[in-house]
Each structure stands twice: as structure tokens, then as C-alpha cells.
């Protein structure tokens, strides 16, 4: 028998009981830019969301349209998301990191009948991606351009009536569609019901302690899955209370101002924090105080102070693999992450660990409402979850593909689940690469050591039909200045040299790595090398790299720059 979503549960009841019942209570708080903040009551909330709601019904654009969203995250993205559903539509975010062309794919593939332009950065570049004559409203944090040139928020909202009523929509409609960044091919249009997000928030719940006291941080992107389920539908179910990030600058005392009792974050931010905390003091530093009982706690405290982590009572990562050595560095710190795993298809919720460093390289067990198998045929994770995808929207074929002959969703990724029922991942099925010598390699295990040295952003390990693999490192941001320095340039290839050392210890003989290529351009959505949540686009390495990795071999160094 089908599991569906209660009546109660679904967004827009949810909406209706924090209106009715938590009227005065602050529901979202936004950085205005330079320091000022504002807070939106949910009584705020739902009168400009009504406002909206009505403005857009008035527009008589047939029921279950398409309207899309195009801003970084900001009170008013959440109230755009409500209006477009109070009215009848459906929402299409957009990442706010986009090239021009893509966002004319997705405008025109979703047929989108208007666009909500809000925080952006790279305006400029995105601009010529928006079809002639598509209407547009501006937030009230929009660029200035947009602000000139389009119907503003604010006006509207000021002379327009309320929509009234409790207008509500059935489980099984269609509430958005998720265009996936997708680290291969054009972007896919992912169909969710209103259902889908009621029932893995449902079971998500009861391991995720999201409470009505609690805080969370929104800064990454409200266009991807975990995002939209954690903290919009997340905010929904239990009325937390949302802070927003205003910029990668100001990050720090964002956290410090919303000081998240809940806080996710991709491996590369943990990671990010951990070399923050090591440049001011010493990983032998570090280790001493620990290990001092008096000094212990203080220690403790002040560095997730600093962090703005000091009330939070449940950590986590996803969207890529966690390096074990994080999560112990972590666990050191009373901070234990937990990790989860899932696709845009299936809402991003199917595993999550439960604390302790036990599970450590898993990704735990599934929900309850979730079942997960291993296709003994290639080692492919398959899933089937009462929120998997309607389908790709106008994608017949790819949907089809997505699914087994049974019903179960196929990940792509590869892995294999222990006696505890725990699943660890162990790469994509279309990832692994063989060697000249006729040997496999899984690139994402040596991927998750090499990114543990403090100099590197992002990596990734190739090399289909040489005799060994290698990998290519982009350095950060202070890592590549230090390296225009001779004295730095000689500390980095030493520090990347002992790295690559200990490294290839751990690895079997046809996995280890021939040399490290640094580069020091970052790899960014711009140039087309990493998606929109950071992960690499091999396929696009290969294309550009490929025809170097024989020159590099050759060069029979352990260490080599790359010159474009």
C-alpha cells in the first residue's frame, strides 16, 4: 500500500498553522549589507506572500505554470517559493551561479512564464541568458540594473490586497520542478510533489532534531535538493527559525549571529573551517591542549565559539564523500558529523549517520520508509523511497532509464552495505578507469586523502590507459599566492611531496599515484569544471588535460606545475 503525506503536512497547511499560531514570532532574519539585519515575523511573511500569491493570480496564467526563481538565498526567495504555490504554480530554481546559456536552456525548457530576480552576483554575465519579453519582478535585493528594469517586489506587494483564504494544493500535485547540476550532459528537470517533501521531511525528522527553538543558517544554494528539504520545507514542518548568509566575506559573523543549533555544510567548507582554525593554531599546538584536561574544554569551546558552532547540537555533511580523518579531526572538538546521502531524485534523504565515529566511511543506514539494494551485476546502489521523482520533466526516455524494470531509482554510484546495514560508498559507477596494466582504479577514495592537505581546494584523480594513475590539484586561494614565492613554491612542493608519499603507503600497487599536476587557476561554474555544489566534472578535466598526462609522466617528476 502507498504511503501518502497527511493533509496537515503538506507546505501550505504548514504555512497556514505558523500564521495562525506563531503570528509575532521572527521566522527569518536577512542581512540588509554592511551590518544592518532584517526579521520577518510569520504574520510578515504571509501578508507579502498573499500579496504576491494574488498579483500572480491576477497575471491569468493557466493553473500549474512555471515560474522560475534566480537569486542567491534571501528571505524573499523562501516568499517568492510560497506565493508561486499559493497561487497555483510551480516553482523552477535556478542556481545563482549560472552561465547565461544555461539559463536560457532551463527558461525555455521548463517554459517558464516569468522569472523572480533577486541577490546576484555575476548579474552582468546572467543577464543574456533571460529570453526577450519574459516578464521579471525584482527583489528587494536585487542588482541595481534589475531594479530599474523590472516590476519591483516591494511595489507590487504595497498595492496589491492580500490573496484570501487558505488555498491549498493535493499531495500528489506537482510543487517544483529541480533542474540537477549534473556533472555531465545538459541539466535535468526533476519533478517533486508537494507530497514527496512532506514525507521525507517526515522521516528525515526522526533523525535530523530540527525543533521550533531551533536555528539554522541558510547560505547554500536554495536551488539544491538538501537546502530546499532541510531548511525551507525543513522551517516548514517544525517553524525554526532562518538566518541568511550575506556573502562568503561576511560568513564568519553570520554564523556567529544565527548560532545554528542545526548546520550542514559540503565537505569542502569543513574543511575550509579546519585550515582556518590550523593557521591560527598548529595541528602539534592543537593536539597539546587537547590533551591537557584543564585546558581541554576551554580549548573546545573557543574554537566553535569562534566558529559560531557553539549551540549546535547536530552537524553534518553531504553532496560529497567525508574524509575520515575530518570526521575524527572533528569528533576531537565534541563536534560529531554526521553524514548524509541521496540524490535530487529522491530529495537528497535516504541515509544519514547517527553520531559516533563507527560509522565512519558510511553513510549509515536508510530511513525507515527507506529501502536500498546493491545490483549484484556492476555494485550500483539502488533506492526505492515513497518520494522518489515523478520523473524528468518532458524527459520520457531519461526517466525510463532512471528506473529499474521494478521501480527502483539507480544512483550511479557504487557501493556495498555492512552487517549493521550501513552503506558505504565507494565511487560512480562510470567513474572507475582502467590502467594500461588492465587494473581498475576508484578515483574518489584517494581523492578524499589528498583534499586532507591544507594547499588543496579541489582534486581529481585520472588516468585512463597510463601505467599509473595521477592527479590534478587546484591549490587555494592562499596556497596559490604563497606558490609565486620561490621560498613558498619550494614549502608547498615539499608539504604536497610528503603528502603524496604517505599517501600511496595506504594504496595498493596499481593505485598509486605517479605525480600530483598543481594547478593554481581556480577551477570554478564559470569555466565549466566544477558544478554548482562543487563537484568536478571529470569529463570536462579529461577534455581539456588529457592530452598532458603523458608530457607529465614523462617529466618523471612527483611534482609538476601546470603552465596554460
Not at 81 to 109: K, N
Not at 281 to 303: A, E, Q, R, S, T
Request: include cysteine; glycine fraction near 8%.
Amino acid at each position: 500500500m502507498a504511503i501518502t503525506a497527511q493533509p496537515d503536512s503538506l507546505a501550505l497547511q504548514r504555512l497556514y498553522h505558523w500564521e495562525k499560531t506563531a503570528p509575532n514570532r521572527v521566522a527569518l532574519t536577512q542581512p540588509l549589507g554592511g551590518g544592518p539585519v532584517r526579521d520577518y515575523t510569520w504574520a510578515e511573511v504571509l501578508d507579502q506572500t498573499r500579496r504576491m500569491a494574488a498579483h500572480l493570480q491576477s497575471l491569468g496564467l493557466p493553473p500549474g505554470s512555471r515560474i522560475a526563481l534566480l537569486s542567491k538565498n534571501t528571505a524573499h526567495w523562501l516568499m517568492s517559493d510560497f506565493a508561486i504555490w499559493m497561487a497555483g504554480f510551480v516553482s523552477v530554481p535556478l542556481y545563482p551561479t549560472l552561465a547565461a546559456g544555461t539559463i536560457r536552456q532551463i527558461l525555455e525548457h521548463s517554459e517558464s512564464k516569468l522569472l523572480f530576480v533577486g541577490k546576484l552576483d555575476g548579474w552582468e554575465g546572467m543577464k543574456p541568458g533571460i529570453p526577450a519579453g519574459l516578464p521579471c519582478i525584482a527583489h528587494p535585493l536585487a542588482p541595481a540594473d534589475a531594479l530599474k528594469r523590472y516590476a519591483q517586489w516591494d511595489d507590487i506587494v504595497a498595492k496589491t490586497a492580500p490573496l484570501a483564504g487558505h488555498p491549498v494544493r493535493p499531495a500528489d500535485e506537482m510543487c517544483t520542478i529541480m533542474y540537477t547540476s549534473g556533472t555531465t550532459g545538459a541539466p535535468k528537470g526533476v519533478m517533486h510533489t508537494f507530497g514527496n517533501f512532506a514525507l521525507a521531511v517526515a522521516d528525515g525528522l526522526k533523525r535530523v532534531p530540527l525543533r521550533e527553538d531551533g536555528r539554522m543558517l541558510s547560505y547554500l544554494p536554495l536551488s539544491h535538493v538538501v537546502e530546499r528539504a532541510l531548511v525551507e520545507h525543513g522551517q516548514l514542518a517544525t517553524g525554526m527559525h532562518v538566518y541568511f548568509a550575506e556573502s562568503l566575506d561576511t560568513f564568519t559573523s553570520d554564523l556567529q549571529r544565527a548560532r545554528p543549533t542545526v548546520f550542514f555544510s559540503v565537505p569542502r567548507l569543513w574543511v575550509k573551517f579546519q585550515q582556518g582554525i590550523q593557521a591560527k593554531m598548529p595541528p602539534k599546538k592543537l593536539d597539546l591542549f587537547l590533551k591537557l584536561p584543564i585546558l581541554n574544554g576551554i580549548v573546545k569551546k573557543k574554537i566553535l565559539s569562534a566558529l559560531g558552532l557553539q549551540d549546535c547540537i547536530f552537524a553534518a555533511g553531504g553532496a560529497a564523500p567525508m574524509p575520515t580523518e575530518l570526521l575524527r579531526w572533528y569528533a576531537r572538538l565534541g563536534l560529531r558529523l554526521a553524514e548524509g546521502y541521496g540524490m535530487t531524485e529522491n530529495l537528497g534523504a535516504t541515509h544519514i549517520t547517527e553520531g559516533g565515529l563507527d560509522a565512519a566511511g558510511t553513510v549509515g543506514r536508510p530511513y525507515e520508509q527507506v529501502q536500498c539494494r546493491i545490483d549484484p551485476a556492476n555494485g550500483e546502489i539502488q533506492c526505492k523511497t515513497p518520494w522518489n521523482m515523478l520523473g524528468y520533466y518532458k524527459e520520457p526516455q531519461l526517466t525510463a532509464q532512471a528506473f529499474t524494470e521494478d521501480g527502483w531509482l539507480r544512483t550511479g554510484d557504487k557501493g556495498s552495505v555492512d552487517a549493521q546495514g550501513r552503506l558505504k560508498i565507494t565511487g560512480r559507477v562510470k567513474d572507475l578507469f582502467k590502467t594500461s596494466k588492465g587494473k581498475y582504479v576508484a578515483p574518489a577514495p584517494i581523492e578524499d586523502k589528498l583534499v586532507m592537505n591544507a594547499a588543496v581546494e579541489a582534486c581529481c584523480v585520472t588516468g585512463a590507459n597510463l601505467g599509473q594513475p595521477l592527479a590534478l590539484l587546484m591549490l587555494n586561494v592562499d596556497a596559490a599566492k604563497k606558490s609565486r614565492d620561490p621560498a613558498g613554491k619550494t614549502e608547498i612542493e615539499e608539504s604536497l611531496s610528503a603528502h603524496l608519499a604517505a599517501i600511496n603507503e595506504t594504496l595498493d600497487p596499481h593505485e598509486q599515484l605517479d605525480c600530483l599536476v598543481l594547478m593554481t587557476e581556480a577551477w570554478t561554474v564559470e569555466n565549466d569544471l566544477i558544478t554548482p555544489t562543487f563537484k568536478v566534472k571529470r569529463n570536462r578535466v579529461e577534455d581539456l588535460f588529457a592530452k598532458n598526462y603523458d608530457i607529465w609522466v614523462g617529466a618523471r617528476k612527483k611534482i609538476v606545475w601546470y603552465q596554460a
